[in-house]
């Protein structure tokens, strides 16, 4: 079975400081991870993804994440915080080996940034 | 490209109907997966198509089912409505492969479907 963890609800950070959201996973093959966020009111999107190679991410709006295999975590960090960064931000994985269809998501981090 | 597209946006439902949700994927996408979010429970994976072929399943009962056209648009059934199927129900489409490439592509979602049951 596979898994995700994000083991904060919420997470608040001053604009301009640095923000990281935590995720960590448990699959028994060879993990895919992705980030997305979810804006108010506005559906799903994707931020960016693992899936092999540089264990240094970088995605869109200025987000990066960082594979860690032996610690099994994939957290998401940006250096400088935005007010419209705040949103709702799912951490979701896929065994590559099996089933790789197949998307677990965590139960989301809210990110407030403030002013 | 246009986006995935989810009809209908709300839906108000009596417990025992039954309800078909639609879902039509970004053009050129074949994997179409359907997730079902509620505020307790996040988001739960009901289940994957790809090229008409029910491909993975979430933990979700007989009730729920779903299929796959052969120009890639999906339906979503849900039979002897529950007070407890009330959610936001997303679809997601993603280029989707098989073999190795089968998990690699990320997913673009709808905007989803207000289901509620009173």
């Known amino acids: 079975a596979q898994s995700v963890a994000q083991p904060e609800d919420q997470v608040n950070v001053a604009e301009g400081n640095p923000l990281t959201v935590k995720c960590t996973y448990s699959?028994?093959?060879?993990?895919?991870l992705f980030w997305y966020v979810q804006y108010p009111n506005r559906g799903l999107q994707f931020l960016l993804k693992?899936?092999?190679?540089?264990?240094l991410v970088k995605g869109s709006y200025g987000f990066e994440a960082e594979f860690n295999k032996s610690q099994t975590s994939f957290h998401l960090k940006k250096p400088s915080a935005l007010v419209s960064d705040s949103a709702l931000y799912f951490c979701a994985v896929r065994d590559g080996d099996t089933n790789a269809g197949k998307s677990t998501f965590g139960d989301g981090t809210t990110l407030t940034v403030k002013p | 490209k246009a986006g995935v597209t989810q009809t209908p946006r709300y839906l108000i439902k009596t417990r025992g109907q039954q309800v078909t949700l639609s879902c039509s994927p970004i053009s050129g996408h074949r994997s179409v997966s359907w997730y079902q979010q509620t505020p307790g429970q996040g988001l739960q994976f009901l289940f994957e198509y790809f090229s008409e072929t029910q491909r993975n399943k979430g933990n979700f009962p007989g009730r729920f089912s779903g299929r796959q056209f052969s120009n890639s648009r999906s339906e979503m059934n849900v039979s002897t409505l529950e007070l407890g199927d009330s959610a936001l129900y997303l679809c997601?489409?993603?280029?989707?492969?098989?073999?190795?490439?089968?998990?690699?592509?990320?997913?673009?979602f709808g905007p989803g479907t207000r289901l509620t049951v009173t």
């Open positions: 693992y899936i092999t190679g540089d264990n």
């Open positions: 997601a489409s993603s280029f989707g492969g098989t073999g190795n490439l089968a998990g690699i592509y990320e997913q673009y």
């Open positions: 699959v028994s093959g060879n993990p895919y």
